[in-house]
């Protein structure tokens, strides 16, 4: 028995000498990084929700919402934007839907009277380059910055220009359209409710 | 020197073999995934070769350090080992310092580990060269899959957006070409790029 | 009904919607260097999903009991590398002892491929996608494999018939491979859009 133990620290002493050194080494770099990993993670949502609604803060205004998405439901948060002398600029929350290729998900902003959207920004999204992709540029998404907050229709041809609640799609990817006015009309009737029932809108 | 294989061990060769001669994307052909995944821009292609290097010295560097008391059959787990535990230190590290490149690079970061590359390099030369040699071996073979990195992004940035580094490059009229932001565009341009590295080195091995 | 339906789904996608080759560009180099003849070609396939099941259900039971519960996931890639490792190396073994004619046919591949992106690959995006139950592990763990051998037989048909045709001289071997299988990738991009 001695011997064999005696034989197995032989063999394999310098493996788990570098085990331990290597764990040593990973521990040190983790320990060293980690409160600047999560505090990325937090900020790069906080710099897009800044990015739609330039406010000083954003509370979260109702927690573990179940917003209605094509597979059942997505819990998520309503963060309530607020500027410095405390007036309340609008809302954010985020969801998502299958777009052509993977989920989209977004963040969705409305007005403090949840009456019109203030704009969207894609969290993450896996659409064919040059065409379905295009929902990260001014074309598609300046269409939603304005537009009142109800059932949005998508229509093929029309003007982008004018702000109201026909969306025209992006040419060679109406399935990514179609997605995103489908995201935007499931979840916005929830998020009323939601806000309405904790008396922040009328 | 300490080792009795490579008696006059050649700097300068250590370091200049991958950049051409043996550069691991055009002549050697090993490690393909990453010169395919990451290329659609020239910024996180500069991030995974620079992330490359990194690995591929230090797990060179160990491995030279103890290469006279690995036993042969414990020899590729400790390969694995230490690339492993370098890669998670360069994960951690992009995670810390460069969230925006950590997530357009994702799981290719962890896939350095089974780049054929570094295990090739550990094998090839580490284990059996001295410690400066393989580190001067690991710049040379990274500096050359980075090159190619770049190239390749380079083609495929400035053809498919019309940009160099997030930079415009070419004139306004410019119609980008979409493809080459797809698979197709990686596996053709890599292709052709290859060709034509046959094509410059075929008249002197006749 | 709908829980086998979303395993014949996630089967479907990883196969041929997202297959890992022509979407994700894992197993590249076995791809290119196999994919000569096509019985070597399904022999390094079967190989692959031998180990790709094995591992990619064996690794999300570590992550799963192991790591998670004890918050070892820093050491998540390192646990990984090694499973597999040794999951090949289990697997040379066994199949050496008590399968001599299928050790023959493809055990060759079996120490080559602990290297192979694919098996990784899978692991690591089982654990992206937040895959959380073992059925739906299993699945997509073998369709990953499945999907390969798929791609790694298709080029390999097509490369013997390429062997007769006139390929410019610079072009030979593995940059017409790849130029092909960019073709083959805009093929299977036809795919896309079929499974929400």
Redesign the interface.
């Known amino acids: 028995m001695l011997s064999k133990i005696k034989f197995f620290m032989q063999?394999?002493w310098?493996?788990l000498l570098?085990?331990f050194l290597?764990?040593l080494?990973?521990?040190v770099?983790?320990t060293a990084?980690k409160p600047?990993?999560e505090e990325?993670?937090t900020?790069?949502v906080k710099n897009m929700m800044k990015g739609l609604i330039n406010a000083n803060s954003f509370e979260v205004a109702a927690k573990d919402v179940n917003i209605p998405s094509?597979k059942g439901f997505i819990k998520t948060d309503i963060y309530k934007a607020v500027d410095e002398q405390g007036n309340v600029l609008g809302y954010e929350y985020i969801t998502s839907g299958?777009g052509?290729?993977d989920k989209i998900e977004l963040i969705i902003a409305v007005d403090a009277k949840c009456e019109k959207y203030l704009g969207y920004q894609v969290l993450s999204s896996n659409e064919?380059?040059?065409?379905g992709d295009k929902i990260k540029g001014d074309y598609f998404s300046k269409q939603f910055v304005g537009a009142p907050a109800a059932e949005f229709t998508l229509v093929k041809v029309g003007k982008a220009e004018d702000i109201d609640n026909q969306i025209v799609a992006i040419s060679g990817a109406t399935?990514t359209s179609t997605a995103m006015v489908n995201i935007f009309n499931k979840s916005i009737v929830s998020v009323k409710e939601t806000l309405a029932q904790k008396g922040l809108i009328k | 020197m300490a080792d009795g294989i490579n008696t006059s061990p050649n700097y300068f060769n250590a370091l200049t073999a991958g950049l051409w001669k043996e550069n691991p994307t055009f002549r050697l052909l090993i490690g393909m995934c990453p010169p395919l995944a990451v290329t659609t821009a020239v910024k996180p292609a500069l991030t995974m070769g620079l992330c490359v290097i990194f690995v591929l010295v230090c797990s060179n560097m160990v491995i030279s350090l103890m290469r006279n008391l690995l036993k042969p059959h414990l020899r590729i787990i400790m390969f694995c080992l230490s690339i492993a535990a370098f890669v998670t230190v360069a994960d951690l590290y992009l995670k810390a310092f460069a969230p925006d490149m950590s997530e357009i690079l994702g799981a290719y970061v962890p896939l350095i580990i089974v780049n054929c590359i570094i295990i090739f390099r550990a094998e090839a030369c580490a284990s059996k060269s001295n410690v400066l040699v393989s580190i001067l071996d690991g710049i040379g073979s990274g500096s050359g899959f980075t090159c190619a990195l770049i190239i390749l992004a380079g083609i495929r940035e400035l053809l498919a957006s019309g940009k160099f580094a997030d930079i415009q490059v070419m004139p306004k009229g410019f119609v980008p070409w979409a493809a080459m932001q797809m698979p197709v565009g990686a596996f053709v341009t890599l292709g052709l790029l290859i060709g034509f590295a046959a094509i410059i080195t075929a008249p002197k091995k006749d | 009904m709908s829980n086998i339906s979303v395993l014949i789904m996630a089967f479907l996608s990883v196969v041929i919607v997202n297959n890992f080759v022509f979407t994700k560009f894992l197993g590249t180099c076995p791809y290119l260097g196999c994919s000569g003849r096509i019985d070597t070609a399904f022999g390094m396939g079967l190989a692959v999903t031998f180990v790709t099941t094995l591992s990619g259900i064996l690794t999300w039971l570590v992550d799963h009991y192991i790591l998670v519960p004890n918050k070892l996931e820093i050491t998540r890639y390192i646990c990984y590398i090694i499973v597999i490792a040794g999951a090949v190396q289990l697997v040379e073994m066994y199949v050496k002892k008590f399968f001599p004619p299928l050790y023959k046919s493809f055990g060759i591949f079996l120490p080559l491929i602990s290297t192979n992106c694919v098996i990784l690959g899978i692991c690591l995006f089982i654990n992206i996608w937040g895959i959380n139950n073992l059925p739906e592990v299993a699945v997509l763990s073998a369709g990953a494999g499945i999907g390969f051998t798929v791609a790694i037989c298709i080029m390999a048909a097509i490369r013997e018939t390429l062997k007769l045709a006139d390929v410019p001289p610079a072009l030979k071997d593995a940059p017409i491979t790849l130029i092909t299988a960019g073709l083959l990738t805009l093929g299977f991009m036809g795919f896309t859009g079929m499974i929400k």
Do not use: E, H, R, Y
């Open positions: 063999q394999s310098l493996l570098a085990s290597f764990g080494m990973i521990a770099a983790d990084w600047k990993v990325n993670k900020g790069k094509d299958s052509f290729g064919t380059p040059g065409f399935i």
